[in-house]
């Protein structure tokens, strides 16, 4: 079964603090792995994807096979970076999409 | 660049009423997406068109949902007759092309409360 779980719905830090919000993933093929970002009021929206190995924001997320996880990382949480957060995979190149259920990151001054 | 437009932003329907949800995607995007997200969850997808010709509706509850995008570019999604369990917010997305290199860019979706 393809599916993307993501274990915590809450993550509280410090600004400052580091940061990783999990992400677990089932599938078979070769996955295309996705984070998505809902910022309070605002449009749900790509924030990085694994294919372009790429920082955005200074998040970085680094697809490990083995452990079939797509952890979303961090080194100094801002309080703007405060959001929900959201893992997809994407099966078979097919452009569908299948989406963690989110985790509310929540940055504290 | 304007943005996937979707109307009305809030529904508030009884249950076994109808009800209809209108997107326009960005301009020359190919592909539409419509997605539901029921409170605490993800959006999970319901249909894809490419072009007007439907990609994708496995997940789509064909017994009371449709959907058309008649003309390859706005498209509509009804509900009819509703239930209590569709309370959720629609979401539509849109990308240039089908394909994990393509963005999809999402809509401010639609919330619709069944009561």
């Known amino acids: 079964a393809q599916r993307v779980t993501q274990p915590e719905k809450l993550l509280s830090v410090f600004k400052g603090a580091p940061v990783e919000l999990k992400c677990n993933y089932s599938y078979s093929g070769s996955p295309e792995l996705f984070w998505y970002v809902q910022y309070s009021r605002q449009r749900l929206q790509l924030l990085l994807r694994h294919i372009s190995r790429e920082s955005i924001k200074g998040f970085t997320a680094d697809l490990n096979k083995g452990e079939t996880s797509f952890h979303l990382k961090k080194p100094f949480a801002q309080e703007e970076d405060s959001a929900m957060y959201y893992c997809?995979?994407?099966?078979?190149?097919?452009?569908?999409?299948?989406f963690g259920q989110g985790t509310t990151l929540q940055v504290k001054p | 660049e304007a943005g996937v437009a979707q109307s009305p932003r809030y529904k508030i329907i009884e249950k076994r009423q109808s009800v209809a949800f209108w997107c326009n995607p960005i301009s020359g995007h190919a592909t539409l997406y419509w997605y539901q997200q029921i409170l605490g969850q993800g959006p999970k997808l319901l249909i894809q068109?490419?072009?007007?010709?439907?990609?994708?509706d496995s997940q789509l509850p064909k017994d009371r949902f449709s959907a058309e995008r008649l003309k390859g570019v706005d498209s509509t999604l009804k509900i009819q007759p509703a239930k209590l369990e569709d309370s959720a917010v629609y979401l539509c997305?849109?990308?240039?092309?089908?394909?994990?290199?393509?963005?999809?860019?999402f809509g401010p979706g639609t919330r619709l409360t069944v009561l």
């Open positions: 997809a995979l994407n099966p078979s190149n097919t452009g569908k999409l299948i």
């Open positions: 068109f490419q072009n007007n010709g439907v990609v994708d």
């Open positions: 997305a849109s990308s240039l092309l089908a394909g994990a290199y393509n963005e999809q860019f």
